[in-house]
């Protein structure tokens, strides 16, 4: 069936690192990939998506690149802020299908 | 924006009782809801999709008479967890697809202990 396996955290952070968040699917066909956010307190936000091969979803200084060859939809953002601490999901959709599927979540944490 | 409202955002409950979670689509009608549970470190597991005015389907391994799902309006669905035991103690979250909307919109999540 599809999956997703994202990085485990949690990740601390000093405000203006770089940031990566791997991600990695196993799907039938051609999935979309999203990436969500949850702020503290808050329901998950959709943050960026990708519905075909190399394409690239950008969104609030966050990029991710749907990678086909390597099944990977790595999220990456040059400078965090302290404003960026949530936690974050990997998730796809199988065409055809409402259903979204998750990985387990990263917390992140910037520090000042 | 689409907002969804999630209640209560934490419960605690003595076991065998039965606990309601509500999601409540505020600004669009929700034709279809999601209801997903999260144990530690674990993904968000779909457990149930309904739509308005139909019977809930639920996913492989769900106990349907366990957890009742009632989506009697586009603006309401509820999850009654019955006769809760210590290993339902879980995060419990919806998302809806409505009308209008681009995407799904999440509520903010329900933590359950059961004690």
């Known amino acids: 069936g599809n999956s997703v396996t994202q990085m485990e955290g949690p990740v601390t952070l000093s405000e203006e690192a770089f940031l990566t968040i791997n991600c990695t699917y196993t799907?039938?066909?051609?999935?979309?990939l999203f990436w969500y956010v949850q702020y503290p307190g808050e329901g998950l936000q959709l943050l960026l998506k990708?519905?075909?091969?190399?394409d690239k979803g950008s969104n609030k200084g966050f990029e991710a690149t749907y990678r086909k060859e390597t099944t990977s939809f790595h999220l990456e953002k040059g400078s965090v802020q302290v404003s960026d601490s949530a936690v974050y999901f990997c998730?796809?959709?199988?065409?055809?299908?409402?259903?979204?599927?998750f990985g387990k979540g990263m917390k992140l944490t910037v520090n000042p | 924006g689409a907002v969804v409202s999630q209640h209560p955002s934490w419960v605690i409950c003595k076991s065998g009782t039965s606990v309601k979670i509500e999601c409540r689509s505020l600004d669009f009608q929700a034709t279809t809801m999601f209801w997903y549970r999260q144990f530690p470190k674990q993904s968000l597991m779909l457990m149930a999709t309904s739509n308005e005015g139909s019977k809930a389907t639920y996913e492989q391994g769900v106990e349907k008479d366990k957890f009742l799902i009632n989506h009697a309006s586009l603006t309401l669905s509820t999850l009654t967890v019955t006769s809760a035991h210590p290993e339902d103690s879980s995060f419990y979250i919806c998302s809806a697809l409505g009308q209008g909307i681009r995407g799904y919109t999440f509520g903010s999540g329900t933590r359950l202990t059961v004690v």
């Open positions: 998730a796809l959709v199988q065409g055809g299908s409402e259903k979204l599927v």
């Open positions: 799907a039938t066909g051609y999935p979309s």
């Open positions: 990708a519905t075909k091969a190399d």
